[in-house]
Protein backbone atom coordinates (compact mmCIF):
# COMPACT_ATOMS: atom_id res chain seq x y z
CA UNK A 1 0.00 0.00 0.00
CA UNK A 2 3.34 2.20 0.72
CA UNK A 3 4.49 1.88 -2.45
CA UNK A 4 1.47 2.39 -4.36
CA UNK A 5 1.05 5.56 -2.72
CA UNK A 6 4.35 6.83 -3.16
CA UNK A 7 4.40 5.63 -7.01
CA UNK A 8 0.80 7.97 -6.92
CA UNK A 9 3.26 11.13 -5.49
CA UNK A 10 6.63 10.71 -7.57
CA UNK A 11 4.29 10.59 -11.18
CA UNK A 12 3.60 14.11 -11.68
CA UNK A 13 7.21 14.89 -10.26
CA UNK A 14 8.25 12.92 -12.74
CA UNK A 15 6.56 14.07 -15.46
CA UNK A 16 6.98 17.73 -14.34
CA UNK A 17 11.11 16.81 -14.82
CA UNK A 18 10.20 15.40 -18.44
CA UNK A 19 7.96 18.37 -19.58
CA UNK A 20 11.06 20.92 -18.20
CA UNK A 21 13.95 18.91 -19.64
CA UNK A 22 11.72 18.73 -23.41
CA UNK A 23 11.02 22.88 -22.92
CA UNK A 24 14.90 23.27 -22.28
CA UNK A 25 15.72 21.24 -24.66
CA UNK A 26 13.76 23.08 -27.67
CA UNK A 27 14.95 26.31 -26.67
CA UNK A 28 12.94 27.83 -24.16
CA UNK A 29 14.07 29.44 -21.27
CA UNK A 30 13.31 28.31 -17.88
CA UNK A 31 11.54 30.19 -14.85
CA UNK A 32 14.70 31.27 -13.04
CA UNK A 33 14.42 30.06 -9.52
CA UNK A 34 17.26 31.63 -7.13
CA UNK A 35 18.61 30.09 -3.61
CA UNK A 36 16.80 30.87 -0.69
CA UNK A 37 18.42 31.63 2.40
CA UNK A 38 17.50 29.96 5.89
CA UNK A 39 14.49 32.66 6.40
CA UNK A 40 13.00 30.84 3.07
CA UNK A 41 13.74 34.61 1.05
CA UNK A 42 15.21 34.33 -2.51
CA UNK A 43 18.73 35.82 -2.92
CA UNK A 44 18.80 37.59 -6.44
CA UNK A 45 22.88 36.61 -7.24
CA UNK A 46 23.06 37.30 -10.95
CA UNK A 47 23.64 41.27 -10.98
CA UNK A 48 27.23 41.44 -11.38
CA UNK A 49 28.78 44.36 -8.65
CA UNK A 50 31.97 44.53 -11.16
CA UNK A 51 31.11 48.20 -12.82
CA UNK A 52 30.14 49.25 -9.12
CA UNK A 53 31.91 52.73 -7.63
CA UNK A 54 30.30 53.99 -4.74
CA UNK A 55 28.57 57.59 -5.15
CA UNK A 56 26.44 59.59 -2.85
CA UNK A 57 24.92 62.06 -4.46
CA UNK A 58 21.07 62.91 -4.78
CA UNK A 59 20.50 60.39 -8.32
CA UNK A 60 19.01 58.22 -5.81
CA UNK A 61 16.00 55.76 -5.68
CA UNK A 62 13.26 56.91 -3.12
CA UNK A 63 10.24 55.53 -1.36
CA UNK A 64 7.51 56.91 -0.66
CA UNK A 65 5.61 55.96 2.95
CA UNK A 66 2.17 56.89 4.43
CA UNK A 67 3.57 56.63 7.62
CA UNK A 68 0.28 55.62 9.30
CA UNK A 69 -0.11 52.60 6.70
CA UNK A 70 3.18 51.24 6.68
CA UNK A 71 3.90 49.31 10.02
CA UNK A 72 2.65 49.43 13.16
CA UNK A 73 5.33 48.44 16.15
CA UNK A 74 3.25 49.18 19.40
CA UNK A 75 -0.67 47.16 18.24
CA UNK A 76 -2.72 50.30 18.01
CA UNK A 77 -3.34 49.53 14.79
CA UNK A 78 -1.50 52.66 12.86
CA UNK A 79 1.52 52.96 11.25
CA UNK A 80 4.27 54.74 13.27
CA UNK A 81 7.93 55.74 12.94
CA UNK A 82 9.43 52.85 14.97
CA UNK A 83 7.49 50.67 12.39
CA UNK A 84 9.74 52.29 10.02
CA UNK A 85 12.65 51.41 12.03
CA UNK A 86 11.79 47.67 12.37
CA UNK A 87 11.68 47.52 8.58
CA UNK A 88 14.57 49.40 7.32
CA UNK A 89 16.46 45.58 6.47
CA UNK A 90 13.64 45.34 4.58
CA UNK A 91 14.32 48.96 2.64
CA UNK A 92 17.43 48.63 2.83
CA UNK A 93 20.09 45.95 4.50
CA UNK A 94 23.03 48.38 4.39
CA UNK A 95 24.61 45.92 1.32
CA UNK A 96 24.11 46.94 -1.76
CA UNK A 97 24.42 43.29 -2.91
CA UNK A 98 23.27 41.40 -0.66
CA UNK A 99 20.44 40.25 -2.89
CA UNK A 100 17.35 40.39 -0.09
CA UNK A 101 16.83 43.95 0.32
CA UNK A 102 14.53 46.48 -1.63
CA UNK A 103 17.75 49.07 -1.93
CA UNK A 104 15.96 51.77 -1.39
CA UNK A 105 18.18 55.07 -1.43
CA UNK A 106 15.97 57.63 -0.04
CA UNK A 107 12.70 57.88 2.38
CA UNK A 108 9.67 60.28 1.89
CA UNK A 109 7.19 60.58 4.75
CA UNK A 110 4.09 61.43 4.29
CA UNK A 111 3.52 64.59 7.11
CA UNK A 112 4.16 63.16 10.65
CA UNK A 113 3.56 66.65 12.64
CA UNK A 114 0.24 66.75 15.22
CA UNK A 115 -2.94 66.79 13.43
CA UNK A 116 -6.43 65.18 14.31
CA UNK A 117 -6.74 63.52 10.54
CA UNK A 118 -5.36 59.96 9.41
CA UNK A 119 -3.28 61.87 6.65
CA UNK A 120 -1.93 65.27 8.86
CA UNK A 121 -2.30 67.51 6.17
CA UNK A 122 -4.43 69.63 8.31
CA UNK A 123 -1.16 70.74 10.71
CA UNK A 124 -2.09 71.54 14.44
CA UNK A 125 1.67 72.23 15.68
CA UNK A 126 4.47 71.68 13.08
CA UNK A 127 6.79 71.65 16.16
CA UNK A 128 5.52 68.13 17.18
CA UNK A 129 5.69 64.75 16.32
CA UNK A 130 1.87 63.43 15.89
CA UNK A 131 1.73 60.58 19.05
CA UNK A 132 0.15 58.22 16.97
CA UNK A 133 3.21 58.17 14.90
CA UNK A 134 5.73 58.70 17.85
CA UNK A 135 8.43 60.65 19.19
CA UNK A 136 11.00 63.12 18.40
CA UNK A 137 13.41 60.61 19.66
CA UNK A 138 11.99 58.03 17.41
CA UNK A 139 12.48 60.27 14.51
CA UNK A 140 16.25 60.88 15.28
CA UNK A 141 16.65 57.19 15.92
CA UNK A 142 15.05 56.45 12.66
CA UNK A 143 17.56 59.42 10.86
CA UNK A 144 20.65 58.02 12.47
CA UNK A 145 19.91 54.30 11.57
CA UNK A 146 19.28 56.03 8.03
CA UNK A 147 22.16 57.80 7.76
CA UNK A 148 24.59 54.92 8.68
CA UNK A 149 23.02 52.95 5.54
CA UNK A 150 23.25 56.26 3.14
CA UNK A 151 19.78 56.80 3.17
CA UNK A 152 18.03 59.91 3.48
CA UNK A 153 14.86 60.56 4.55
CA UNK A 154 13.10 63.73 3.42
CA UNK A 155 9.43 64.94 5.32
CA UNK A 156 6.29 66.30 3.57
CA UNK A 157 5.97 70.23 4.53
CA UNK A 158 2.36 71.09 3.66
CA UNK A 159 2.76 74.72 3.78
CA UNK A 160 0.00 76.82 1.59
CA UNK A 161 -2.19 75.68 4.86
CA UNK A 162 -2.79 74.45 8.39
CA UNK A 163 -5.50 72.96 10.41
CA UNK A 164 -8.46 74.98 11.96
CA UNK A 165 -7.30 73.52 15.13
CA UNK A 166 -4.03 74.88 14.95
CA UNK A 167 -3.07 77.42 17.42
CA UNK A 168 -2.48 80.03 15.10
CA UNK A 169 -5.41 80.09 13.43
CA UNK A 170 -7.24 80.34 16.98
CA UNK A 171 -5.60 83.04 17.30
CA UNK A 172 -6.47 84.96 14.08
CA UNK A 173 -10.36 83.97 14.15
CA UNK A 174 -9.96 85.70 17.93
CA UNK A 175 -8.31 88.51 16.27
CA UNK A 176 -10.82 88.85 14.06
CA UNK A 177 -13.62 88.32 16.46
CA UNK A 178 -13.12 91.55 18.45
CA UNK A 179 -11.06 93.61 15.58
CA UNK A 180 -7.94 93.81 17.19
CA UNK A 181 -5.35 94.50 14.46
CA UNK A 182 -2.47 94.62 16.46
CA UNK A 183 -2.83 90.82 17.33
CA UNK A 184 0.44 89.33 15.95
CA UNK A 185 -1.97 86.38 13.99
CA UNK A 186 -5.04 88.77 12.45
CA UNK A 187 -2.67 88.54 9.40
CA UNK A 188 -1.72 84.84 9.64
CA UNK A 189 -4.30 83.49 7.10
CA UNK A 190 -5.73 84.75 3.83
CA UNK A 191 -8.87 86.51 4.75
CA UNK A 192 -11.08 89.25 2.82
CA UNK A 193 -13.89 91.23 4.54
CA UNK A 194 -17.89 90.15 4.17
CA UNK A 195 -18.05 93.62 2.07
CA UNK A 196 -15.62 92.32 -0.56
CA UNK A 197 -16.60 90.15 -3.91
CA UNK A 198 -15.07 87.09 -3.55
CA UNK A 199 -12.21 86.29 -6.05
CA UNK A 200 -13.32 83.88 -8.95
CA UNK A 201 -12.28 80.43 -8.46
CA UNK A 202 -11.25 80.69 -4.89
CA UNK A 203 -13.28 79.45 -1.80
CA UNK A 204 -13.96 81.30 1.74
CA UNK A 205 -16.13 80.90 4.87
CA UNK A 206 -16.93 82.94 7.48
CA UNK A 207 -14.77 83.30 10.37
CA UNK A 208 -17.37 82.51 13.31
CA UNK A 209 -18.27 85.24 15.43
CA UNK A 210 -17.28 87.60 12.56
CA UNK A 211 -18.25 88.98 9.07
CA UNK A 212 -14.85 87.94 7.55
CA UNK A 213 -13.90 85.27 5.55
CA UNK A 214 -10.55 83.28 5.67
CA UNK A 215 -9.71 81.76 2.57
CA UNK A 216 -9.68 77.33 2.22
CA UNK A 217 -9.67 75.80 -0.89
CA UNK A 218 -8.73 72.64 0.22
CA UNK A 219 -10.75 71.95 2.69
CA UNK A 220 -13.29 74.30 4.87
CA UNK A 221 -10.89 73.05 7.87
CA UNK A 222 -7.41 73.93 6.15
CA UNK A 223 -7.17 77.37 6.10
CA UNK A 224 -4.86 79.03 4.07
CA UNK A 225 -1.70 81.24 5.14
CA UNK A 226 -0.49 84.33 3.81
CA UNK A 227 2.36 84.02 2.64
CA UNK A 228 2.30 87.91 2.21
CA UNK A 229 3.32 88.59 5.49
CA UNK A 230 6.60 88.98 6.34
CA UNK A 231 6.13 86.62 10.32
CA UNK A 232 5.13 83.74 8.24
CA UNK A 233 7.24 83.54 5.91
CA UNK A 234 9.83 83.51 8.88
CA UNK A 235 7.97 80.75 10.85
CA UNK A 236 8.16 78.77 7.73
CA UNK A 237 11.81 79.10 7.76
CA UNK A 238 11.79 78.01 10.66
CA UNK A 239 10.06 75.17 10.85
CA UNK A 240 12.49 73.58 7.79
CA UNK A 241 15.36 74.62 10.00
CA UNK A 242 14.40 73.24 13.26
CA UNK A 243 13.93 69.90 11.13
CA UNK A 244 17.03 70.57 9.17
CA UNK A 245 19.22 70.86 12.43
CA UNK A 246 17.53 67.35 13.56
CA UNK A 247 19.21 65.83 10.51
CA UNK A 248 16.66 65.75 7.91
CA UNK A 249 17.65 65.97 4.92
CA UNK A 250 14.91 68.14 2.81
CA UNK A 251 11.58 68.38 1.93
CA UNK A 252 8.65 67.43 -0.47
CA UNK A 253 6.26 70.79 -0.78
CA UNK A 254 2.76 69.79 -0.85
CA UNK A 255 0.41 72.17 -3.17
CA UNK A 256 3.48 74.35 -4.11
CA UNK A 257 1.48 76.16 -6.53
CA UNK A 258 -0.91 77.13 -4.51
CA UNK A 259 1.32 78.99 -1.95
CA UNK A 260 -0.15 82.34 -3.63
CA UNK A 261 -3.56 80.88 -4.99
CA UNK A 262 -4.57 81.70 -9.12
CA UNK A 263 -0.51 83.44 -9.40
CA UNK A 264 2.01 81.27 -10.64
CA UNK A 265 4.26 84.02 -11.14
CA UNK A 266 3.94 84.92 -7.10
CA UNK A 267 4.54 81.50 -6.16
CA UNK A 268 7.59 80.56 -7.85
CA UNK A 269 8.73 83.79 -6.46
CA UNK A 270 8.13 82.62 -2.72
CA UNK A 271 9.58 79.25 -3.57
CA UNK A 272 12.72 81.61 -4.98
CA UNK A 273 13.33 83.14 -2.34
CA UNK A 274 12.44 80.42 0.35
CA UNK A 275 14.29 77.70 -0.67
CA UNK A 276 17.99 80.08 -0.85
CA UNK A 277 16.93 80.24 2.75
CA UNK A 278 17.16 76.68 3.02
CA UNK A 279 20.16 76.02 1.09
CA UNK A 280 21.87 78.87 2.62
CA UNK A 281 21.42 76.32 6.22
CA UNK A 282 22.22 73.20 4.13
CA UNK A 283 23.67 73.53 0.74
CA UNK A 284 22.96 69.98 -0.28
CA UNK A 285 19.84 69.54 0.38
CA UNK A 286 17.52 67.37 -1.46
CA UNK A 287 13.60 68.88 -2.37
CA UNK A 288 10.71 68.36 -4.38
CA UNK A 289 7.60 69.91 -5.31
CA UNK A 290 4.47 68.90 -5.97
CA UNK A 291 2.79 70.40 -8.97
CA UNK A 292 0.43 69.11 -10.64
CA UNK A 293 0.00 70.59 -13.93
CA UNK A 294 0.80 70.36 -17.18
CA UNK A 295 3.94 70.63 -18.69
CA UNK A 296 4.01 74.67 -19.47
CA UNK A 297 3.53 75.13 -15.62
CA UNK A 298 5.77 72.36 -14.52
CA UNK A 299 8.56 73.91 -16.29
CA UNK A 300 8.61 77.33 -14.85
CA UNK A 301 9.17 75.89 -11.08
CA UNK A 302 11.69 73.58 -12.46
CA UNK A 303 13.71 76.56 -12.42
CA UNK A 304 13.76 76.68 -8.83
CA UNK A 305 12.99 73.44 -7.43
CA UNK A 306 12.76 69.83 -9.10
CA UNK A 307 9.21 68.64 -9.24
CA UNK A 308 7.47 65.11 -9.82
CA UNK A 309 6.76 64.74 -13.71
CA UNK A 310 3.06 64.12 -13.04
CA UNK A 311 2.35 64.20 -17.17
CA UNK A 312 4.07 60.87 -17.06
CA UNK A 313 1.80 59.03 -14.01
CA UNK A 314 -1.04 57.57 -13.43
CA UNK A 315 -3.33 55.03 -15.78
CA UNK A 316 -3.52 57.70 -19.02
CA UNK A 317 0.34 59.11 -18.14
CA UNK A 318 3.44 58.21 -20.71
CA UNK A 319 5.13 55.63 -18.40
CA UNK A 320 1.64 53.34 -18.56
CA UNK A 321 1.24 53.57 -22.09
CA UNK A 322 5.28 52.92 -23.12
CA UNK A 323 5.21 49.92 -20.46
CA UNK A 324 1.75 48.38 -22.35
CA UNK A 325 3.28 47.43 -25.55
CA UNK A 326 3.98 51.16 -26.38
CA UNK A 327 6.80 52.65 -28.11
CA UNK A 328 9.74 53.36 -26.05
CA UNK A 329 11.59 55.55 -28.86
CA UNK A 330 8.64 58.09 -27.38
CA UNK A 331 9.54 57.34 -23.71
CA UNK A 332 13.00 57.94 -24.52
CA UNK A 333 12.70 60.96 -26.56
CA UNK A 334 10.86 62.45 -23.87
CA UNK A 335 12.98 61.97 -21.13
CA UNK A 336 16.13 63.89 -23.51
CA UNK A 337 13.81 66.70 -24.28
CA UNK A 338 13.25 67.09 -20.35
CA UNK A 339 17.12 66.90 -19.52
CA UNK A 340 18.17 69.12 -22.52
CA UNK A 341 15.67 71.55 -21.39
CA UNK A 342 16.45 71.58 -17.41
CA UNK A 343 20.01 70.68 -16.99
CA UNK A 344 22.20 73.48 -15.85
CA UNK A 345 19.24 75.14 -14.07
CA UNK A 346 20.20 74.64 -11.22
CA UNK A 347 23.26 72.22 -9.71
CA UNK A 348 20.67 70.30 -7.96
CA UNK A 349 18.02 69.81 -11.21
CA UNK A 350 16.81 66.37 -11.81
CA UNK A 351 14.36 63.92 -13.33
CA UNK A 352 11.57 63.12 -10.72
CA UNK A 353 9.47 60.28 -12.37
CA UNK A 354 7.02 58.26 -10.82
CA UNK A 355 4.01 55.70 -11.17
CA UNK A 356 1.74 56.82 -8.87
CA UNK A 357 1.50 58.44 -5.00
CA UNK A 358 -1.09 58.91 -2.30
CA UNK A 359 -3.43 60.82 -4.44
CA UNK A 360 -3.69 58.70 -7.71
CA UNK A 361 -5.44 55.17 -7.90
CA UNK A 362 -2.55 52.70 -7.20
CA UNK A 363 -0.95 51.48 -10.52
CA UNK A 364 -1.60 47.69 -9.97
CA UNK A 365 -4.75 48.24 -10.87
CA UNK A 366 -4.59 49.55 -14.04
CA UNK A 367 -1.11 47.63 -15.25
CA UNK A 368 -1.55 44.89 -13.28
CA UNK A 369 1.13 42.32 -12.27
CA UNK A 370 0.18 38.86 -14.40
CA UNK A 371 0.35 40.91 -17.69
CA UNK A 372 3.85 41.73 -16.80
CA UNK A 373 2.82 45.71 -17.55
CA UNK A 374 3.91 46.21 -13.77
CA UNK A 375 7.37 44.93 -13.94
CA UNK A 376 7.53 47.12 -17.65
CA UNK A 377 6.77 50.11 -16.11
CA UNK A 378 9.46 49.68 -13.40
CA UNK A 379 12.21 48.84 -15.84
CA UNK A 380 11.49 52.07 -17.52
CA UNK A 381 11.23 54.32 -14.53
CA UNK A 382 14.06 52.37 -12.61
CA UNK A 383 16.74 52.21 -14.86
CA UNK A 384 16.80 55.45 -15.69
CA UNK A 385 18.20 58.89 -14.93
CA UNK A 386 17.57 61.21 -11.90
CA UNK A 387 15.15 60.07 -8.80
CA UNK A 388 12.75 57.94 -8.86
CA UNK A 389 9.96 57.78 -6.29
CA UNK A 390 8.29 54.84 -5.40
CA UNK A 391 4.76 54.47 -3.42
CA UNK A 392 5.00 52.00 -0.72
CA UNK A 393 3.35 48.74 -1.55
CA UNK A 394 4.03 49.22 -5.44
CA UNK A 395 6.50 46.54 -5.39
CA UNK A 396 3.89 44.01 -4.16
CA UNK A 397 1.29 44.95 -6.64
CA UNK A 398 -0.77 46.82 -3.82
CA UNK A 399 -3.73 48.03 -5.57
CA UNK A 400 -6.59 50.43 -4.10
CA UNK A 401 -8.58 53.49 -5.71
CA UNK A 402 -11.08 55.91 -4.63
CA UNK A 403 -14.25 53.87 -5.75
CA UNK A 404 -17.39 55.06 -5.06
CA UNK A 405 -17.01 55.72 -1.72
CA UNK A 406 -14.52 58.48 -3.22
CA UNK A 407 -12.24 58.74 -0.96
CA UNK A 408 -8.48 59.16 -1.38
CA UNK A 409 -8.05 56.39 2.21
CA UNK A 410 -8.35 53.55 -0.67
CA UNK A 411 -5.37 54.51 -2.07
CA UNK A 412 -3.93 54.55 1.52
CA UNK A 413 -4.43 51.01 2.77
CA UNK A 414 -2.55 49.23 4.77
CA UNK A 415 0.96 47.63 4.14
CA UNK A 416 0.46 44.11 3.26
CA UNK A 417 3.66 42.09 5.36
CA UNK A 418 1.51 38.41 6.71
CA UNK A 419 4.30 38.17 9.60
CA UNK A 420 1.51 39.67 11.99
CA UNK A 421 1.83 43.22 11.31
CA UNK A 422 -1.40 44.60 13.13
CA UNK A 423 -1.21 48.14 10.72
CA UNK A 424 -4.69 48.69 9.49
CA UNK A 425 -6.11 50.39 6.09
CA UNK A 426 -7.60 54.20 7.47
CA UNK A 427 -9.93 55.85 8.51
CA UNK A 428 -12.75 55.64 5.55
CA UNK A 429 -11.40 53.20 4.06
CA UNK A 430 -13.51 50.33 2.00
CA UNK A 431 -11.58 48.60 -0.79
CA UNK A 432 -12.12 45.44 -1.34
CA UNK A 433 -10.52 43.91 -3.92
CA UNK A 434 -6.54 43.87 -2.36
CA UNK A 435 -3.59 41.64 -3.69
CA UNK A 436 -3.68 38.16 -3.56
CA UNK A 437 0.43 38.35 -1.78
CA UNK A 438 1.97 39.81 1.42
CA UNK A 439 5.95 40.65 1.15
CA UNK A 440 6.04 37.33 3.25
CA UNK A 441 4.52 35.36 0.17
CA UNK A 442 6.45 37.21 -2.94
CA UNK A 443 10.23 37.17 -1.12
CA UNK A 444 10.47 33.38 -1.29
CA UNK A 445 8.79 33.46 -5.20
CA UNK A 446 11.99 34.03 -7.67
CA UNK A 447 9.78 35.70 -10.19
CA UNK A 448 7.52 37.51 -8.04
CA UNK A 449 7.42 41.83 -8.55
CA UNK A 450 9.37 42.24 -5.16
CA UNK A 451 12.40 40.46 -6.22
CA UNK A 452 12.00 41.97 -9.39
CA UNK A 453 12.07 45.85 -8.24
CA UNK A 454 14.71 44.27 -6.14
CA UNK A 455 17.08 43.48 -8.60
CA UNK A 456 16.29 45.97 -10.91
CA UNK A 457 18.03 48.63 -8.02
CA UNK A 458 20.73 46.52 -7.63
CA UNK A 459 21.25 46.87 -11.32
CA UNK A 460 20.96 50.47 -11.18
CA UNK A 461 23.42 50.62 -8.77
CA UNK A 462 25.75 48.40 -9.95
CA UNK A 463 25.73 50.95 -13.35
CA UNK A 464 26.21 54.31 -11.65
CA UNK A 465 26.01 55.40 -15.32
CA UNK A 466 22.67 54.98 -15.61
CA UNK A 467 21.58 57.29 -12.55
CA UNK A 468 23.94 60.26 -13.74
CA UNK A 469 25.03 59.85 -16.60
CA UNK A 470 25.05 62.25 -19.72
CA UNK A 471 21.77 60.74 -21.53
CA UNK A 472 21.49 60.52 -25.71
CA UNK A 473 18.33 58.75 -26.45
CA UNK A 474 18.58 55.95 -29.04
CA UNK A 475 16.20 55.46 -31.81
CA UNK A 476 15.51 52.71 -33.50
CA UNK A 477 13.71 51.78 -36.18
CA UNK A 478 11.00 49.61 -37.49
CA UNK A 479 10.26 49.06 -33.72
CA UNK A 480 8.53 49.50 -30.31
CA UNK A 481 12.29 48.76 -28.72
CA UNK A 482 14.18 51.65 -27.98
CA UNK A 483 17.07 52.95 -25.51
CA UNK A 484 19.33 55.70 -24.43
CA UNK A 485 23.22 55.99 -23.91
CA UNK A 486 24.42 57.30 -20.92
CA UNK A 487 27.92 58.53 -20.05
CA UNK A 488 29.76 59.39 -17.23
CA UNK A 489 33.11 59.60 -15.65
CA UNK A 490 34.81 58.29 -19.09
CA UNK A 491 32.23 54.98 -18.94
CA UNK A 492 29.20 54.70 -21.24
CA UNK A 493 26.60 52.30 -20.95
CA UNK A 494 23.52 51.46 -22.97
CA UNK A 495 20.26 50.51 -21.75
CA UNK A 496 17.46 49.12 -24.50
CA UNK A 497 14.02 48.05 -23.65
CA UNK A 498 11.11 45.67 -25.29
CA UNK A 499 8.08 46.00 -24.41
CA UNK A 500 5.99 44.35 -26.77
CA UNK A 501 5.41 40.49 -26.96
CA UNK A 502 7.76 39.36 -29.31
CA UNK A 503 11.55 38.93 -29.13
CA UNK A 504 13.63 41.47 -30.61
CA UNK A 505 16.83 41.62 -32.50
CA UNK A 506 18.74 44.96 -32.13
CA UNK A 507 22.34 45.29 -34.16
CA UNK A 508 24.15 47.34 -32.22
CA UNK A 509 27.26 47.91 -34.97
CA UNK A 510 24.11 50.19 -36.34
CA UNK A 511 23.05 52.45 -33.43
CA UNK A 512 26.02 52.37 -31.22
CA UNK A 513 29.37 54.00 -30.88
CA UNK A 514 31.47 52.73 -28.92
CA UNK A 515 29.84 49.06 -29.56
CA UNK A 516 29.08 47.43 -26.60
CA UNK A 517 31.03 44.42 -25.51
CA UNK A 518 29.78 43.14 -22.46
CA UNK A 519 25.89 41.94 -21.32
CA UNK A 520 25.86 43.45 -17.84
CA UNK A 521 22.54 42.94 -17.04
CA UNK A 522 19.22 41.57 -17.69
CA UNK A 523 15.91 41.69 -16.40
CA UNK A 524 12.79 40.07 -17.26
CA UNK A 525 11.03 36.80 -18.13
CA UNK A 526 13.79 35.77 -19.86
CA UNK A 527 17.45 36.66 -20.03
CA UNK A 528 18.95 38.87 -22.63
CA UNK A 529 21.62 37.66 -25.36
CA UNK A 530 24.77 39.85 -26.60
CA UNK A 531 26.59 37.88 -29.61
CA UNK A 532 28.99 39.98 -32.36
CA UNK A 533 27.35 42.81 -31.34
CA UNK A 534 23.76 41.85 -31.85
CA UNK A 535 21.33 42.27 -28.80
CA UNK A 536 17.92 39.60 -28.46
CA UNK A 537 15.48 40.99 -26.39
CA UNK A 538 13.05 38.87 -25.19
CA UNK A 539 9.46 39.69 -25.14
CA UNK A 540 9.17 42.16 -21.65
CA UNK A 541 12.59 42.10 -21.42
CA UNK A 542 15.68 45.16 -20.37
CA UNK A 543 18.89 44.95 -20.95
CA UNK A 544 21.57 46.88 -19.70
CA UNK A 545 25.01 46.74 -21.81
CA UNK A 546 28.79 48.70 -21.92
Request: proline share 9%.
Given at each position: MMNKQLSCLLIPVLLLCLLLSAAAADGYDLPKMYPLNDGGEAVINDVSSGFFRPVSDRNRVFYEIFTGSFSDSDGDGIGDLRGIINRLDYLND???????????????????????????YDVTDYYKIDPAFGTVEDLQELLRLCHERDILVILDLPLNHTGNRNAWFRSFTGAHVIGNKANKYYDYYSWISGDDPTPAGRHFMRVSGSTDLYECNFSDDMPELNFENEEVFREAVNIARYYLDLGVDGFRFDAAKYIDYGSNPESIAFWKRYLAELRAVKPDIYTVAEVWDGEGIMDQYQSCVNCFRFSISQAEGLLAETAKKGNVNRYTAYVENYLRKNTGLRDDAMFIPFISNHDMDRSAGYLTVASGHMGMAANLYLLGPGSPFIYYGEEIGLRGSRGGARTDANRRLAMLWGDGDTVKDPVGADYGSQSTYTVADLKGMSSSLLNHYKKLLMIRKANPEIARGTYTAVPLADTKAGGFKTEWEGSTVYVFHNTTVSKVRIDL??????????????????????????????????????
Open positions: GDPFSGTSLGIEGIWLTPIFESPSYHKNAVADPVPSVLAASVGNEDALLEAGILTLPAQCSAVVR
